[in-house]
């Protein structure tokens, strides 16, 4: 009989099992991403003999800045609650299933860069763009952890067949409008964009009942 | 029968349930916030040929400084105080109740900026409004936190009747005390507000025996 | 039957008292402060016809500075050990020694702080007693927990009588060489000092067997 | 009897004991430093007249940079799941067991300043071997905190035996693997040896069945 391949297959088995640690250091990530996101409001720099109105029109001036941070807190804690609600779901973890949180943790570290680039340059499409590949690489590894997790019998058997499908629609959908918004940056300026994304985000969060975004 | 509004009734029952994993970002934002105050802290410069007169002095030049992030700090950890103490309440959470949570750890990733802006423009009353704006939301969120989990039977009802008139009371003394500490600044320097609402802080650190502001 | 001061008897019975959240925030703020550190290590310039010899210069030249980040790491992780045993021991906490944790949390803070002030100004007097007054705070909060946690009976009862003295005697002696060690500077130059201090945490790390250093 | 050795000998039992506090500031050192790593990705800047052709071809130009944050992040996931692994086995933890990891946890934390050496001087020999000597301290001090576990008995004994060299295993060719890349900028280019470590980061991270690389 053959060990090595059986070490092997055990170490497999032993590395990445533990579910704890995975949300340890998923809160820890989305923690730190979603406080830098504020760091990047830069503070106004006024003159010495600045007034009162000066600083106000300052802070007025950062507005479009917080919309792109109050956008970015929230993709940030749609795909915490998404996350943790997959997490929740799980009976064990194993290696790859490690891995494919840790390249979702990647997609949310990247969030504070794509959320300056789009704050910087608000008008060009390249910078909305590429916020959109942020969102939808965020949400393709929330699906491949799904989908892999349902393959290698992961998840609570009972509960799956009814999630499952549920899930998957769920993030079908949202990738869907996160797509038609981006897609509108083609005959629209950004700002139209940024403002369906902005509103899909908020309806993620506050849930409304508008059925036709919530058949699944 | 109808099993579409089933599947969504049941994500919505599933999404947001882990309370660990709301403890966890909480911890995680509110340490992340609390060592970024004292990142604020600049270093000093000096020329050369400076001596140690000139750092001891340039480290003097710090102490208003010092002042509001040892006042921001005060702040951050009453509220961590608060918000475990409704945490620790919950039997169950769900999904908009963790929403509400993260509307307030938004208000908490705040407060390194307001902190800044108010070390910055320690005279201006935009910047003391701007940071009262902060501590409102950070009570207001905790108040809905609790008038929302109450309306949900979030909470251990056992203890309830009798804690929650005293949760919501605390919120009302200490905002109001905020309210009026900043109201100040009409009439009086920005400066004895802030000492005002930084002795508000250090009464409900230390917890002083003074009847009328612990009536609740 | 008075019933106001029993409610407020009761928040205070009820705040504070999650030693697991007080021992993630803890993790929390020590993790960001201790990365943070090495943060500020800033990288080397080099001309745009620099050789492979300049940047090993230039990063030999960071060597002082490596030393005190590298004393700053020693510093967070030897309170970080003394914390956690005291925090291990707990059997209940409370709002009151809840907030002596965050006052010393408060001190982790500003380590960072006070690390860059020290590797900046590493021949100012002023600069290594700024950096020892950090330690002596990190000490005497963490000997203040001990101390009100026994009046309150926060502790396991059954281990403290012999454990409490050993501790108390720790941060004595500990605290005592930190000071000796600080007051070289008035008759050495601060680098004396600086290498005193670092070989005072590399005995606490490494525990070698100096009987003088370890009766208590 | 000698009651003072006796009492030095249970502080160092007490102190380091609690592998749930190991866990969480391992979570949040790591999470931090992840997260910490995608900041070092400038802004691109633009002139005031800057097109997206002039956008596109920025973010472009930050492509070498992200090749090198991408390699830091599956390094420090590598070795976040090692660790892991590595804690599971533990039935028990001790201070000494503590220091070693927290000695790994420093050279975590050193990542995020390799990396951007190794992303700003991509072309400098030193900078490599600076960033391979980060992971060799990494891989030596995981290596030392298995050895002393197996000492001091602090594993879950069943498993070891079987266990144990396979780690061991693991370790030795990695690093192996790190070390021939790294020896190859003595004879080619620096980027050929950044290639190489990338595709052997990108071998663990994806666990192909190349025989070779995994038989142990």
New interface residues.
Partial sequence: MNR?PG??R???E?????I??L???S?????????????G?A??T?SAHGT?GD??RA?LGLGPNVLVY?LS?MTL?IF???Q??Q???LARSN??Y??LQ?VF??AV??V??ST??LA??PT????LV?YWLNILLLGMTLLAGLQYGLRAHLFKEAEMP??AP??RG?IFIAQSLYAIATATCLVFPTWVSITLIFLVQLNY???PRIPIL???
Same sequence: chains 1, 2, 3, 4.
């Fill in positions: 090595i070490y092997r055990r170490f497999n032993m590395a990445g099992t533990n704890d640690r949300a340890g250091i809160d820890g990530i989305f923690s730190v991403g979603m406080t830098l996101l504020v760091l409001l503070l106004p006024l009162e600083l106000w802070l109050t807190f804690g915490w609650v998404g943790g609600t997490l929740n779901l290696r790859n490690s891995w840790l943790l990647f570290t990247v504070p860069f300056q680039l910087h340059f060009y499409r390249v910078a590429e009814e999630v549920l899930m769920r969060v506050v849930a919530h058949r699944f």
